[in-house]
């Protein structure tokens, strides 16, 4: 049994927006995370961070959630800032159950239990955000998110995963910062941080929580084990 998570897999099994694009880096990557999910067992839970598919709605996503739903294990899907197809949790529930696909779910607005830990997680915030209209309200809704998140773990520790870093070189967003330090929360991964920008990545420890990058580029499309 283990937790793994990656984020920013990018999938474009049917929307034709292929990552290649963006150089070696990418070079033939569908089959890359292929090779790498085959560690997955059906004890196992995955957690994706964000930008899993190029999908502009369900239907276009549909070949992106069957190639995850073909390896054992629970994948817990976060939203990220490219995932168009998101909906709300119940029609997304009813999607899934309509189209057969049993082993995806997502974070949001709640938390899952793995062993002792709960799993939370939400998008986040990110410095490009603070660019447009009605940033404030924007935040204050991401964080509402995020502490609704953390709440329903109950006061176990807690793992949480965001899409957008909290803190990046040259930025951190406090509001997000504070929900991760007042719940204790022990280790947050997040993504969204691509090719150049990955150097500007923040890792390691500060206060109580270790912070680290898994966006897929990062880890060479391998997922990161989180715990045992
Ligand atoms: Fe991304
Ligand atoms: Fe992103």
């Known amino acids: 049994m283990a937790l793994y998570a990656i984020g920013d897999l990018h999938l474009s099994l049917t929307a034709n927006k292929s990552m290649e694009v963006f150089g070696p880096v990418w070079e033939n990557y569908h089959a890359r995370i292929e090779e790498a999910l085959g560690v ?3 004890k196992d839970t995955l957690v994706l961070a964000g930008d899993t598919s190029w999908g502009i ?6 070949a992106d959630f069957r190639f995850l739903d073909r390896f054992p294990g629970r994948k817990l899907l976060v939203k990220g ?10 029609k997304l529930h009813r999607f899934f159950e ?9 974070l949001h607005n709640n938390c899952a239990l793995y062993g002792d830990w709960a799993i939370c997680g939400t998008r986040g915030w990110f410095l490009e955000e603070d660019q447009k209209p009605h940033n404030a309200k924007v935040l204050n809704r991401e964080v509402m998110r995020l502490e609704t998140s953390l709440q329903a773990a109950g006061g176990r520790p807690i793992l949480c995963f965001l899409h957008y870093p909290p803190l990046y070189q040259g930025y951190e967003c406090p509001e997000i910062l ?3 330090e007042k719940y204790h929360v022990r280790a947050c991964c997040y993504g969204h941080l691509h090719g ?4 500007r990545r923040m890792e390691g420890r500060r206060g109580e929580t270790d912070f680290s990058l898994i966006s897929a580029d990062y880890l060479g499309f391998v997922p990161k084990k989180i715990c045992d």
Not at 57 to 62: G, S
Not at 81 to 87: A, F, M, Q, T
Not at 196 to 199: D, L, M, S, W
């Open 40 to 42: 997955l067992t059906e």
């Open 178 to 180: 504070a929900m991760l």
């Open 57 to 62: 709605d369900l239907t276009e996503a549909e």
């Open 196 to 199: 150049p920008t990955i150097k």
């Open 81 to 90: 800032n490219h995932d168009y197809w998101w909906v709300t949790a119940a």
């Open 98 to 106: 309509e189209k057969g696909i049993r082993t995806l779910d997502i």
